[in-house]
């Protein structure tokens, strides 16, 4: 059997950004582009392929520049010789409130985590609400003081912020926009386009929890032991990983799209492959129950509190050691590896040693009943 | 179709003339409904489709039929091991 | 977790592939005909597994990708209608229809929700009885009988808002159409465990009987799956004809009487269209006339309406296994899971979605 090459698929008249998506050349997808008066769809927003054509469709082409073409989770710009790392994120989770935190915390987490990933030091972030008319004051004070909390123990300041108020029926309550910076580490550059073959892939914990505790909340399953939201701040967990080692190719949160999308992204930019072992991937018992129950992957569910590294092979055991020696990384693993073969592609070796793509999700993971 | 699983009756409960478990898949408990399956108890394992229980899972067939697979699977990694074949991979 | 691990024991699996490459003499030709059965032959490369002993080729088992055009093309109109909620399972949101699908009409404003069960679609109606629930009641004989008791539990209630868009398929006509074709390949069934659940196994010993073919009644784990592949090539070789039951711990030879009553009482056999392979007789179901007030093709006087599938297509060749997705011209390229040509891509058990999402790294050319 031939291995399909990326001159046996038709090529595209390409776009102003020749941009790689999913860890497909963009002429194996459908090279239809979106039809001009399409319409957004909720899987626009899921990390997935959609989410990637939205970008190569609208985004870039109208606001390409040298740094946002680089599309990691964060901007590094630099100024009078500093570093300065930039994120921006906006959350719009529904329940606002579930097991092991709420909107708030998940907004100061993630904008500490994106800033993170690319080795700078969280120091300030501005937050921006957008609050839903009749949302009860009392809820706004418990997000708030959440926010406080968080931002408090991870020793960054919300310096900024803003309110708008929209009619009743929008907003869900309340949705939340913040931008974060922070100076990134000197002597480091970590990117998604630097992973190489041979290097390890790490992941510091359980995957799937954050997704299956907020569909838990909306569905209403009923856990015996409870799934809590894995949402930290990660800032302290890669300091401790950068200190142990200078060999750290990339760091990726894998939240919407799960780990699959961030693995994808990586292969991608990367111009590699990966080759995941399925009987690696650590993930929690009752995760997996929900996931079955559901038809859903893991692989697939959100997290907000873990991180995948790329390291090179030599570097692993200081990485392991350094990840597992910090509360938030305990159940650190090598969890496969990154290789010249089918590159761009994910493949997972499976239980039995037979191979299948991790692909990349087209928009969200739709629950099953076949 | 159909997606299908195995779960443990931890609880049987009457909702509204409807007799309804609690049934637990690895760690989650959900609703399910049992008016398939009269003759299920609690502790039994039942199938359940799209929140209804379809079938008890026959604990003896199960057993019997496992046991069968297991030789088959010492015996296949004898074969080979013998022949030298590597398994597929 | 108990009865599912178990069956995916690597040893047990591979000590059954070894067994089954040892017996085989040739590539006997099997078809699984549930979507279900189809995931697990990709997601764990039992292909891969078996290499030449025997060739899979897979059947229309997934009700997804058999739910016709017009069906789709009248959920996508029911749910633009204002007072309408239409509920459905997640996967039929993707599947085309002639214009649309069911995402891009929530998209455009139409009240879509996605349940697990029909009981939450039963509870919706009662929670809001301003709207009008329609149900997309989609699936084999499987999910019949849950379809058939939120129907009855409606009408205890006394709900007047509660209705099925009904789409049901049977899966023993389909395997006879296939059967009676001149182009059919296949030389043994899997059927699926857990229609034969509900059904039983007389079926498909009929079917066995006329025309002559071994069928294994099969679970959904890889060691289920590959002890059924056993049973049919060692029959195949030995040159018998028999329906065995390898998913004894859930099947029983005459099904689950009270689930078939449930769906006696509630539906009856019609003839259906099934997308991309043309009507079947008596190969579906609909709400028997005592249930009309439920049935939302009657209530919502839905026009009969003609649809044309996009020519290029092959989904019929595929569903009837004498092609594979790879065969397809557009497979990969003009179709993909983003912009689906037909059903097929777009269920995660449809052959060609399975083949793109999980084997398209060794796509031959």
Same mark, same amino acid.
């Given at each position: 059997?031939?291995?399909?090459?990326?001159?046996?698929?038709?090529?595209?008249?390409?776009?102003?950004?020749?941009?790689?998506?999913?860890?497909?050349?963009?002429?194996?997808?459908?090279?239809?582009?979106?039809?001009?008066?399409?319409?957004?769809?909720?899987?626009?927003?899921?990390?997935?392929?959609?989410?990637?054509?939205?970008?190569?469709?609208?985004?870039?082409?109208?606001?390409?520049?040298?740094?946002?073409?680089?599309?990691?989770?964060?901007?590094?710009?630099?100024?009078?010789?500093?570093?300065?790392?930039?994120?921006?994120?906006?959350?719009?989770?529904?329940?606002?409130?579930?097991?092991?935190?709420?909107?708030?915390?998940?907004?100061?987490?993630?904008?500490?985590?994106?800033?993170?990933?690319?080795?700078?030091?969280?120091?300030?972030?501005?937050?921006?609400?957008?609050?839903?008319?009749?949302?009860?004051?009392?809820?706004?004070?418990?997000?708030?003081?959440?926010?406080?909390?968080?931002?408090?123990?991870?020793?960054?300041?919300?310096?900024?912020?803003?309110?708008?108020?929209?009619?009743?029926?929008?907003?869900?309550?309340?949705?939340?926009?913040?931008?974060?910076?922070?100076?990134?580490?000197?002597?480091?550059?970590?990117?998604?386009?630097?992973?190489?073959?041979?290097?390890?892939?790490?992941?510091?914990?359980?995957?799937?929890?954050?997704?299956?505790?907020?569909?838990?909340?909306?569905?209403?399953?009923?856990?015996?032991?409870?799934?809590?939201?894995?949402?930290?701040?990660?800032?302290?967990?890669?300091?401790?990983?950068?200190?142990?080692?200078?060999?750290?190719?990339?760091?990726?949160?894998?939240?919407?799209?799960?780990?699959?999308?961030?693995?994808?992204?990586?292969?991608?930019?990367?111009?590699?492959?990966?080759?995941?072992?399925?009987?690696?991937?650590?993930?929690?018992?009752?995760?997996?129950?929900?996931?079955?129950?559901?038809?859903?992957?893991?692989?697939?569910?959100?997290?907000?509190?873990?991180?995948?590294?790329?390291?090179?092979?030599?570097?692993?055991?200081?990485?392991?050691?350094?990840?597992?020696?910090?509360?938030?990384?305990?159940?650190?693993?090598?969890?496969?590896?990154?290789?010249?073969?089918?590159?761009?592609?994910?493949?997972?070796?499976?239980?039995?040693?037979?191979?299948?793509?991790?692909?990349?999700?087209?928009?969200?993971?739709?629950?099953?009943?076949? | 179709?159909?997606?299908?699983?195995? &779960?443990? /009756? %931890?609880?049987?409960?009457?909702?509204?003339? !409807?007799?309804?478990? =609690? +049934?637990?898949? &690895?760690? /989650? %408990?959900?609703?399910?409904?049992?008016?398939? !399956?009269?003759?299920? =108890? +609690?502790?039994?394992?039942?199938?359940?489709?799209?929140?209804?229980?379809?079938? !008890?899972?026959?604990?003896?067939?199960?057993?019997?039929?496992?046991?069968?697979?297991?030789?088959?699977?010492? !015996?296949?990694?004898?074969?080979?091991?013998?022949?030298?074949?590597?398994?597929?991979? | 977790?108990?009865?599912?691990?178990?069956?995916?024991?690597?040893?047990?699996?591979?000590?059954?592939?070894?067994?089954?490459?040892?017996?085989?003499?040739?590539?006997?030709?099997?078809?699984?005909?549930?979507?279900?059965?189809?995931?697990?032959?990709?997601?764990?490369?039992?292909?891969?597994?078996?290499?030449?002993?025997?060739?899979?080729?897979?059947?229309?088992?997934?009700?997804?990708?058999?739910?016709?055009?017009?069906?789709?093309?009248?959920?996508?109109?029911?749910?633009?209608?204002?007072?309408?909620?239409?509920?459905?399972?997640?996967?039929?949101?993707?599947?085309?229809?002639?214009?649309?699908?069911?995402?891009?009409?929530?998209?455009?404003?139409?009240?879509?929700?996605?349940?697990?069960?029909?009981?939450?679609?039963?509870?919706?109606?009662?929670?809001?009885?301003?709207?009008?629930?329609?149900?997309?009641?989609?699936?084999?004989?499987?999910?019949?009988?849950?379809?058939?008791?939120?129907?009855?539990?409606?009408?205890?209630?006394?709900?007047?808002?509660?209705?099925?868009?009904?789409?049901?398929?049977?899966?023993?006509?389909?395997?006879?159409?296939?059967?009676?074709?001149?182009?059919?390949?296949?030389?043994?069934?899997?059927?699926?465990?857990?229609?034969?659940?509900?059904?039983?196994?007389?079926?498909?010993?009929?079917?066995?009987?006329?025309?002559?073919?071994?069928?294994?009644?099969?679970?959904?784990?890889?060691?289920?799956?590959?002890?059924?592949?056993?049973?049919?090539?060692?029959?195949?070789?030995?040159?018998?004809?028999?329906?065995?039951?390898?998913?004894?711990?859930?099947?029983?030879?005459?099904?689950?009487?009270?689930?078939?009553?449930?769906?006696?009482?509630?539906?009856?056999?019609?003839?259906?269209?099934?997308?991309?392979?043309?009507?079947?007789?008596?190969?579906?179901?609909?709400?028997?006339?005592?249930?009309?007030?439920?049935?939302?093709?009657?209530?919502?006087?839905?026009?009969?309406?003609?649809?044309?599938?996009?020519?290029?297509?092959?989904?019929?060749?595929?569903?009837?296994?004498?092609?594979?997705?790879?065969?397809?011209?557009?497979?990969?390229?003009?179709?993909?899971?983003?912009?689906?040509?037909?059903?097929?891509?777009?269920?995660?058990?449809?052959?060609?979605?399975?083949?793109?999402?999980?084997?398209?790294?060794?796509?031959?050319?």
């Amino acid at each position: 059997m031939q291995r399909i090459t990326n001159t046996d698929v038709i090529s595209l008249p390409s776009d102003s950004v020749n941009q790689e998506v999913n860890g497909t050349p963009a002429g194996f997808a459908c090279p239809v582009p979106l039809p001009a008066g399409g319409r957004v769809l909720l899987g626009h927003g899921s990390g997935g392929k959609l989410s990637a054509e939205l970008l190569r469709e609208v985004f870039l082409p109208a606001l390409g520049n040298p740094v946002l073409d680089r599309m990691e989770d964060q901007a590094v710009v630099s100024l009078n010789g500093m570093r300065l790392a930039m994120t921006t994120d906006s959350f719009v989770v529904k329940p606002l409130f579930f097991k092991g935190g709420d909107i708030g915390s998940l907004a100061v987490h993630g904008t500490i985590n994106d800033l993170a990933m690319g080795a700078a030091k969280p120091l300030w972030m501005s937050v921006a609400f957008i609050l839903e008319e009749g949302l009860p004051l009392d809820v706004l004070r418990r997000v708030v003081a959440s926010m406080h909390a968080a931002a408090d123990r991870a020793g960054v300041q919300i310096v900024t912020g803003d309110t708008k108020v929209v009619e009743k029926g929008s907003a869900d309550g309340m949705y939340i926009n913040t931008t974060g910076v922070g100076l990134v580490r000197e002597g480091i550059s970590l990117s998604a386009s630097q992973a190489q073959p041979g290097d390890a892939i790490l992941v510091s914990g359980m995957i799937g929890d954050h997704g299956i505790a907020i569909l838990a909340e909306r569905e209403g399953l009923k856990f015996d032991t409870e799934v809590r939201s894995d949402t930290a701040a990660l800032h302290e967990l890669v300091g401790t990983l950068l200190e142990a080692t200078s060999e750290v190719r990339c760091l990726r949160d894998p939240t919407r799209g799960g780990l699959s999308s961030a693995l994808n992204e990586i292969a991608g930019s990367s111009q590699a492959g990966i080759e995941l072992q399925e009987t690696a991937i650590p993930v929690r018992e009752e995760v997996r129950g929900a996931c079955e129950m559901l038809g859903l992957d893991p692989l697939y569910v959100a997290n907000e509190g873990r991180l995948v590294a790329i390291v090179a092979a030599d570097a692993v055991e200081e990485a392991l050691r350094a990840l597992q020696s910090h509360p938030l990384g305990a159940d650190a693993r090598t969890i496969g590896r990154v290789t010249k073969e089918h590159p761009r592609m994910v493949v997972m070796r499976t239980v039995f040693g037979t191979t299948r793509i991790v692909d990349m999700l087209t928009g969200d993971q739709l629950p099953r009943i076949c | 179709m159909c997606l299908a699983i195995p &779960g443990k /009756i %931890a609880e049987i409960q009457e909702k509204e003339g !409807v007799r309804t478990g =609690r +049934v637990l898949f &690895g760690g /989650i %408990a959900r609703q399910a409904c049992l008016d398939f !399956v009269p003759e299920a =108890r +609690v502790n039994d394992y039942v199938m359940v489709h799209v929140g209804f229980a379809i079938s !008890v899972v026959r604990k003896e067939e199960a057993e019997r039929t496992y046991a069968l697979l297991e030789s088959m699977g010492v !015996v296949g990694e004898e074969l080979a091991l013998r022949s030298g074949e590597t398994p597929s991979s | 977790m108990k009865y599912m691990d178990e069956y995916r024991d690597v040893k047990i699996a591979r000590g059954l592939a070894t067994e089954i490459r040892r017996r085989s003499t040739r590539p006997w030709v099997l078809m699984e005909i549930c979507g279900g059965q189809t995931h697990t032959l990709m997601r764990y490369g039992i292909d891969e597994l078996l290499g030449s002993s025997v060739e899979l080729v897979h059947g229309p088992g997934c009700p997804v990708c058999v739910t016709p055009l017009e069906m789709i093309d009248r959920a996508n109109a029911l749910a633009r209608r204002p007072q309408v909620t239409l509920v459905s399972y997640g996967d039929m949101l993707r599947v085309p229809g002639s214009e649309t699908d069911l995402f891009h009409v929530k998209a455009e404003g139409g009240d879509v929700r996605i349940v697990y069960s029909p009981t939450d679609a039963v509870e919706l109606a009662r929670k809001e009885p301003e709207r009008q629930v329609v149900f997309f009641a989609i699936g084999f004989e499987t999910t019949a009988p849950a379809h058939a008791m939120a129907v009855l539990q409606a009408r205890r209630l006394g709900l007047r808002n509660f209705h099925l868009l009904v789409s049901h398929v049977l899966v023993p006509p389909a395997i006879r159409m296939l059967l009676q074709s001149g182009r059919n390949r296949v030389q043994g069934f899997i059927a699926p465990g857990h229609v034969c659940t509900v059904m039983g196994v007389t079926e498909y010993e009929e079917l066995a009987r006329e025309f002559h073919v071994p069928i294994v009644v099969a679970g959904f784990e890889p060691v289920d799956l590959l002890d059924a592949i056993r049973l049919l090539v060692c029959q195949l070789e030995e040159g018998r004809v028999e329906v065995e039951n390898s998913y004894a711990r859930s099947v029983q030879y005459a099904g689950n009487r009270v689930a078939q009553l449930a769906v006696e009482r509630v539906f009856e056999a019609t003839d259906r269209k099934w997308r991309g392979v043309g009507e079947i007789g008596a190969s579906g179901l609909r709400l028997k006339n005592e249930f009309a007030a439920f049935d939302a093709e009657r209530v919502f006087g839905l026009a009969n309406v003609h649809a044309e599938e996009p020519s290029e297509c092959i989904s019929a060749e595929v569903l009837l296994g004498h092609k594979k997705p790879t065969d397809c011209a557009a497979f990969g390229t003009r179709c993909s899971p983003e912009n689906p040509l037909g059903a097929p891509m777009v269920s995660t058990e449809g052959a060609c979605a399975a083949y793109h999402q999980y084997r398209r790294h060794l796509v031959t050319l």
